[in-house]
């Protein structure tokens, strides 16, 4: 099964877009735009127009993902095994827990949180979210750098 990397389904989430695993995103891609303490940073397109930034890191288990739309959401994808359609999620940061519910897309899950959780997000150290039994663990070392880098990204229009 082809497999899609982290930045292109941010991009496809940011569109909007409940797609299944394994689909093609047609139009949407990707610009290398720079990396940054263990994330890789890139410019998000769905064909020439400007979606968005991401950034990614590799984990054990997969990818844990944070992404900026042009239009000033925040977006946070990880890679684990989760039913397809909205379910409900526990994320717990540096001991700090929020109960919510995230899109589940077979091998992905991906919610817009609040400012709260990106904060924390921001200046935590350890990410740990659950969906149905699954779990995701990852570092959020570097993540205050790349979400700076994300944001200065989107507000130079991935340029």
Do not use: K
């Not at 817009?112 to 959780?117: A, E, H, R, T, V």
Request: hydrophobic residues 40%.
């Amino acid at each position: 099964m082809h497999r899609q990397s982290l930045s292109a389904l941010a991009a496809a989430s940011l569109l909007g877009l409940t797609l299944s695993a394994g689909a093609s995103f047609a139009g949407t891609s990707e610009r290398a735009y720079g990396d940054v303490n263990g994330w890789n940073v890139v410019a998000l397109l769905d064909g020439t127009r400007f979606t968005g930034c991401a950034a990614s890191h590799q984990q054990i288990d997969g990818q844990a993902g944070i992404a900026y739309s042009a239009d000033g959401n925040w977006m946070l994808l990880f890679e684990m095994p989760t039913p397809q359609g909205e379910i409900p999620a526990q994320m717990s940061i540096d001991g700090r827990s929020w109960n919510f519910s995230v899109i589940g897309q077979g091998n992905r899950v991906s919610f817009g949180p609040s400012l709260q959780m990106m904060d924390a997000v921001r200046a935590g150290s350890r990410l740990t979210i659950s969906v149905q039994g699954a779990s995701f663990t990852t570092t959020l070392t570097g993540s205050s750098a790349a979400m700076t880098m994300i944001q200065t990204c989107v507000n130079r229009r991935g340029g």
